[in-house]
C-alpha cells in the first residue's frame, strides 16, 4: 500500500520534495496515542505502550522532540546482551538495570535492553543538516518498567518496555520502515 506523504498539518514545514513511500511492511508510532503499531501485509499484528517526547512532536537538533515522518531501522543495537543491559553511546556498560541502580544515578536517561536506530527518510524534514534523526540520536528503546506509565517522558526517542523491545526487535529486520505521526 503506498502513502503519498503530504503536508496537511501546518505545524510540520512544507515538504520541498514529494515524498512516495511504499509499505506494506512497518511499525506505525502514533504520538497521540502513544502506541506503537507493527503492520505487517497492510495489517495491524500487534500492539505495543510507548512513551514519546515529553515536548512533544518535532524535528529541530536539541529541541527533545520525537520527529515525525518516514524512517527506517538504521541499526539494530544490543542483539546479544541481557534485558535490562544499560547502553550509554550505544554501548553496553556491562551494568542491569535494578530500581537501586536507578535511585543510584537519578538523572540518567537510560537506554536498556536493545536500541533500534532510526534513519529519516525524508530530506530536510527529518533526513540532513538540523533535522536529521540520526545524527540526533532518535532511537526505539527500552527503558526502566516502572517509568512507562502511559505519558510522553522521553527526551525524543520512543521508550518501550524491556519484553516488549525483545519481541519487537526480534521480529523486524534493519531498514523495516517507521512512520512516525501525531
Given at each position: 500500500?503506498?502513502?503519498l506523504?503530504?503536508?496537511?498539518?501546518?505545524?510540520?514545514?512544507p515538504l520541498?520534495?514529494?515524498?512516495?513511500?511504499?509499505?506494506?511492511?512497518?511499525?506505525?508510532?502514533c504520538?497521540?496515542?502513544q502506541?506503537?503499531?507493527?503492520?505487517?501485509?497492510?495489517?495491524?499484528?500487534?500492539?505495543?505502550?510507548?512513551?514519546?517526547?515529553?515536548?512533544?512532536?518535532?524535528?529541530?537538533?536539541g529541541?527533545?522532540?520525537t520527529?515525525r515522518?518516514?524512517h527506517?531501522?538504521r541499526?539494530?543495537i544490543?542483539?546479544?546482551q541481557l534485558?535490562?543491559?544499560?547502553?550509554?553511546?550505544?554501548?553496553?556498560?556491562g551494568?542491569?538495570?535494578s530500581?537501586?541502580l536507578?535511585?543510584q544515578?537519578?538523572?540518567?536517561?537510560?537506554i536498556?535492553?536493545?536500541?533500534?536506530?532510526?534513519?529519516?527518510?525524508?530530506?530536510n524534514?527529518?533526513?540532513?543538516?538540523?533535522?536529521?534523526s540520526?545524527?540526533?540520536?532518535?532511537?526505539?528503546h527500552?527503558?526502566?518498567?516502572?517509568?512507562?506509565?502511559?505519558?510522553?517522558?522521553?527526551?525524543?526517542?520512543v521508550?518501550?518496555?524491556?519484553?516488549?523491545?525483545?519481541?519487537?526487535?526480534a521480529?523486524i529486520?534493519?531498514?523495516?520502515?517507521?512512520?512516525?505521526?501525531?
Open positions: 500500500m503506498p502513502y506523504l503530504n503536508n496537511s498539518n501546518s505545524n510540520r514545514p520541498k520534495h514529494t515524498t512516495l513511500i511504499q509499505a506494506v511492511d512497518y511499525l506505525d508510532i504520538i497521540a496515542t502506541v506503537l503499531t507493527v503492520i505487517k501485509n497492510s495489517q495491524c499484528l500487534k500492539q505495543y505502550a510507548i512513551s514519546t517526547a515529553k515536548n512533544g512532536a518535532g524535528e529541530q537538533r529541541s527533545a522532540c520527529p515522518g518516514w527506517c531501522i541499526a539494530k544490543g542483539a546479544q534485558i535490562n543491559s544499560v547502553f550509554i553511546g550505544r554501548r553496553p556498560t551494568e542491569i538495570y530500581p537501586e536507578g535511585k544515578f537519578p538523572e540518567r536517561d537510560w536498556l535492553s536493545r536500541i533500534l536506530w532510526l534513519c529519516g527518510l525524508e530530506p524534514i527529518n533526513r540532513y543538516g538540523k533535522v536529521d540520526t545524527w540526533r540520536y532518535i532511537y526505539i527500552g527503558t526502566p518498567d516502572e517509568l512507562m506509565d502511559g505519558t510522553p517522558q522521553s527526551h525524543g526517542c521508550r518501550m518496555h524491556n519484553q516488549d523491545l525483545l519481541e519487537l526487535f521480529s529486520p534493519i531498514r523495516f520502515k517507521v512512520y512516525i505521526h501525531e
